[in-house]
């Protein structure tokens, strides 16, 4: 009976040294699967780092563009006023010839130009 009960013990040792050789290799399958996944990972993270530093060096360069464009746009305002500026004044010194003018030239039956009807009144 010794015999037989060292071999039953025996087979389930065997069977037990089975059962944890393929659990080791299944433990094994699922670390290297863990492994590759840790990798892969890596890989997505350092694109996205990669792809982040790009788009934060656009997003500089836009911004650099912004401010340069709003530097222009200031400037073309600058020179729009200043023309409206001289515009405004060369039409002031107009009305304040066409005043002196209307006064000299324009009779009380007849419309000239500077009343600014029927300018084919004006005679000079």
Do not use: P, T
Not at 67 to 74: G, M, S
């Amino acid at each position: 009976m010794k015999n037989e009960d060292l071999e039953k013990s025996q087979l389930l040792l065997q069977e037990q040294v089975k059962q944890m050789e393929s659990e080791e290799a299944k433990i094994r399958e699922s670390l290297e699967q863990l492994r590759n996944e840790a990798e892969q990972a890596q890989k997505r993270e350092e694109e996205c780092r990669k792809e982040n530093e790009s788009l934060h060096s656009l997003v500089s360069e836009l911004m650099e563009k912004s401010e340069e464009q709003e530097q222009k746009e200031d400037e073309l305002m600058k020179q729009l006023d200043s023309i409206m500026d001289s515009i405004h004044a060369s039409l002031e010194e107009r009305k304040s010839r066409s005043q002196g003018l209307k006064s000299r030239f324009c009779k009380r039956d007849e419309i000239c130009y500077f009343c600014s009807k029927n300018w084919h009144y004006l005679f000079f």
